[in-house]
């Protein structure tokens, strides 16, 4: 009687896990079964920590996605609005330190860049405005001088 008990659990489980519905991504659309998915998506590593923990409404990508290092902490901080790159993306390294940080409108760059070394000393600062170079690009060495700078006019 343990046995046919024992079977009917493993065939029942067996049956709810291929009936589970994971999340899919086609075309840059998710979707559980045949319908576009919202709410929190988290995509974990092999150790079980999560990997990505993105927010979707409609099956797109809408506010803010977290990335991940396997160990756990936090490697990007991304923005989105309706599956576009919009808002503040900001990387760390390994060491919790701040090294980028990028502005996009729309799914174009568009704003003030900035660009830090492992130790958080600022090397770059860009802009752009709709996805085009803009402003004054900045290049400074490790002891914050700028050693170049490079104009990009308006079109």
């Not at 319908?35 to 409404?57: A, E, Q, R, S, W």
């Not at 599956?83 to 503040?88: I, K, P, Y």
């Amino acid at each position: 009687m343990k046995k046919i008990g024992l079977l009917i659990g493993i065939l029942f489980l067996t049956i709810f896990t291929a009936l589970a519905q994971d999340i899919k991504e086609i075309d840059g659309i998710y979707y559980k079964g045949d319908t576009p998915f919202t709410g929190t998506y988290t995509v974990k590593f092999d150790n079980g920590k999560p990997k990505i923990v993105m927010n979707l409404v409609d099956g797109m990508k809408e506010g803010e996605t977290n990335v991940y290092f396997q160990n756990g902490e936090l490697n990007e901080i991304r923005s989105y609005r309706k599956n576009a790159m919009d808002g503040t993306w900001v990387t760390y390294n390994e060491y919790k330190v701040k090294v980028a940080e990028a502005r996009y409108l729309n799914g174009k760059k568009d704003g003030k860049w900035y660009i830090w070394d492992d130790n958080g000393t600022l090397i770059y600062e860009l802009e752009y405005t709709g996805g085009e170079k803009t402003g004054i690009w900045k290049n400074y060495d490790k002891n914050g001088k700028v050693i170049s700078e490079r104009n990009y006019a308006v079109k």
